[in-house]
């Protein structure tokens, strides 16, 4: 008959295995970089042709809110001197839904506008005549640092995220996220900035304090 | 006189059998998220502070070139350099690799290439500028200021 044997304990001893995954865990953890692919994202202008040219837009210069920033990092905002860009979020935000002298378009886009941004628009005459006018023109010198520059750049993308995320009823940084994986998506995005574009632009660099 | 009795102590250890299992949850997160340097930077990178990040759907398509003060000032002095992959190049060489990278994407991407600069912050606008113009040569427009996020006071 076939009796149980009483075996001798083959069990392996765990007890140093949280040891051993300690030790590999400290080694990943020291290793690892987490990548991140995270910035704000630009689109560059398509390269001059030199056989054809871009035709001479002229803008009203009440529709160009003008940032300039010198070798020496201080702001030259709409004429005005700055050493900060405390408020320009809001300034640009203004800026781009004056709606001074909207034609007809522009005033469908307006009464679509939600009660909060309706309140920015000033209706100055000096200002922008409406959002799809409107550009924020950013230059720089090349002595410039980067830094500051981002730092406008920054806060004007702000303003537009703004603009839109308050017309889809998000909060900035949700509708940030979108990435238009899917249809839902994009079409959130699209209803954001139906008829206010980003229009942001960067001058060429003026040769002063760089090389 | 009173007794001082032994007390018998209650069991107080924790069981600690589940330790190896959440230590080996770690090590798998660190293990997945970990990418080892595949290469080495050259150039200072102190990544400027921004606050209207965006993330990119597929990351194949992104390129990194890094802008900034080499590491050995020694060799390459201190003014801003430009590396692509592992190696430094002049600006001029831009076009080139640009067509290199895009190069290596599946045909239906190239389009899409996009070119994340990752720039020290001590680094003035004149390089930038260039690189950019040199970018529009070689029609890689779509390119992403590489920062992190800045934490608002409000």
């Known amino acids: 008959m076939a009796r149980k044997k009483n075996r001798m304990s083959t069990e392996v001893n765990a007890g140093s295995m ?18 991140s692919d995270k910035g704000i994202l630009n689109v560059l202008p398509p390269k001059l042709d030199p056989n ?23 702001f030259l905002i709409e004429g005005d001197y700055r050493d900060n860009t405390e408020g320009l979020d809001e300034e640009l935000k203004a800026f781009i839904l004056n709606f001074g002298a ?26 922008s005549d409406h959002p799809g006018e409107a550009v924020v023109s950013i230059k720089t010198d090349r002595g410039t640092s980067y830094e500051k520059y981002l730092e406008v750049f920054d806060l004007a993308k702000k303003a537009y995220f703004d603009i839109y995320a308050a017309r ?20 959130l995005i699209d209803r954001g900035k139906e008829g206010i574009p980003m229009a942001i632009s960067i001058a060429e660099p003026d040769k002063i304090g760089g090389n | 006189m009173a007794k001082f009795g032994k007390k018998t102590k209650a069991e107080v250890s924790i069981p600690t059998s589940a ?48 802008i ?20 430094l190049i002049e ?7 640009v067509n290199q990278e895009r190069d290596m994407l599946p045909e239906s991407d190239r389009g899409g290439i996009t070119i994340s600069l990752k720039v020290d912050r001590d680094v003035k606008m004149g390089p930038i ?26």
Request: proline share 6%; net charge negative.
């Open chain 1, 102 to 127: 909207p034609n007809d378009e522009a005033a469908g886009l307006y009464n679509s506008l939600p009660a909060s941004l309706k309140a920015l628009s000033g209706r100055k005459p000096e200002s």
């Open chain 2, 91 to 97: 600006t001029p060489e831009i076009v080139q690799w």
């Open chain 2, 129 to 154: 500028s260039d690189v950019q113009d040199e970018l529009r040569e070689a029609d890689a427009r779509r390119i992403l200021y590489a920062s992190i996020g800045k934490v608002v006071k409000n």
């Open chain 2, 19 to 66: 330790l190896p299992d959440i230590i080996f949850m770690l090590l798998f997160f660190f293990m997945v998220t970990t990418v080892l340097r595949e290469q080495e930077i050259l150039v200072d990178q102190k990544i400027p502070q921004a606050t209207q990040l965006q993330k990119l759907q597929k990351k194949t398509l992104i390129s990194y070139i890094f």
């Open chain 1, 52 to 74: 054809n040219p871009p035709p001479e837009i002229d803008l009203n210069e009440r529709n160009i809110f003008v940032i300039r920033i010198n070798s020496n990092d201080q």
């Open chain 1, 18 to 35: 949280a040891d051993i995954a300690f030790l590999l865990l400290i080694f990943f953890l020291v290793t690892t970089t987490i990548a």
């Open chain 2, 68 to 87: 900034g003060k080499p590491k050995n000032t020694a060799l390459y002095g201190t003014e801003p350099k430009i590396q692509a992959n592992d190696a």
């Open chain 1, 168 to 187: 889809v009823n998000l909060s900035t940084d949700e509708y940030r996220a979108l990435t238009g994986k899917n249809d839902a998506e994009e079409s």
